[in-house]
């Protein structure tokens, strides 16, 4: 290298560290998104609860993974921790290892999960950190089917069973990006994730990312319900489904799931979804939930790489 190509070099590398030092990482586009999801599994799980389940956890996530892999892709390897540690009784949940602090706008402080920023830049601002953690009640897998043949995922899911791969790809979901700090009762935002910024809570809520917006076909719904619900009916399609409605899915999920107002093929069977829905009233059904283009929209409009075609 010349001493002016040298100098050239030098100057536009400090002034991108400067740049990223005043609005946040920039993405490295230099880096390309490869064709896939690159990711590696530890477990935090001191005390072996997840024990037999272990194989089966790792198979599901992968399918999980696919999944997702089918629209999504990542600038860098991601590391998913299976976690014991803080996870609810009855749950599965999913946060980022970490919040980086990206930017203030309007006097509210930005913030971006390391999951979001792994995919979208490559790069991991604690690497001695998980950039996604998936927290398991070990007893609550009991409840879940686990698909035997996850990579095929054509085994019919047993009456009123929902499947660990839909699960875990309803959580990497939140670990990737969706996800924030809107408060689920208040709607109060003390502070905003880069998927909050995009929610408007006002009348009826809506994402407002233009790629969900173009895939959707107009305002994408986001999940607001004011009250508690079990057995609630829904009609889709020419379909009665049942739910449950449950005020902590606030804002950062994807569809209505109202009684009274129908919505789009791709909220209502989103993976994004904040409510469950079995098609008749005893769960007869099992549920099987796939990765579909307005999930992937949604976390497109976070920066996250889209699959290129091969084309
Ligand atoms: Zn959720």
Partial sequence: MNSSIRKLFITVSFTLFTLSLFIGPLPLFSVPAYGKIDYRVTFNDPY????????????????????????????????????????????????????????????????EGSG?????????????????????????????????????????????????????AHELGHGFGIGGFIDPGTGDRPQVSTFDQLVNTEAEPIFTGSKANAVYGGPVPVIHFTAEADNVRLRHGGRTYWT????????????????????????????????????????????????????????????????????
């Fill in 48 to 111: 072996n609860d997840l024990g037999a389940y272990r194989p089966a956890l790792l198979a599901n996530l992968d399918a999980a993974v696919t999944d997702w892999g089918r629209f999504i892709a990542s600038r860098g390897q991601v590391w998913i921790e299976l976690s014991t540690a803080g996870s609810t009784s009855g749950h599965l949940s999913a946060v980022p290892g970490h919040w980086e602090h990206l930017r203030n706008e309007r006097d509210v402080s930005v913030f």
């Fill in 116 to 168: 979001t920023s792994k995919l979208r830049t490559g790069y991991s601002f604690r690497p001695d950190q998980p950039d996604v953690i998936i927290r398991i009640d070990p007893n609550h897998l009991k409840s879940l089917w686990i698909d035997p043949h996850p990579d095929r995922r054509t085994d019919p899911v047993p009456e009123g069973k929902r499947d660990l791969v839909t699960t875990l």
């Fill in 244 to 311: 449950a409605q449950t005020r902590g899915e606030n804002w950062h999920h994807l569809g209505r799931c109202s009684p009274t107002e129908d919505e789009g093929d791709l909220s209502f069977f989103s993976i994004m979804t904040g409510c469950w829905k079995y098609s008749d009233s005893s769960g007869a059904h099992g549920l099987r939930v796939r990765v579909n283009k307005l999930d992937a929209a949604v976390l497109e409009d976070l920066g996250v790489p889209a699959v290129q075609s091969s084309k």
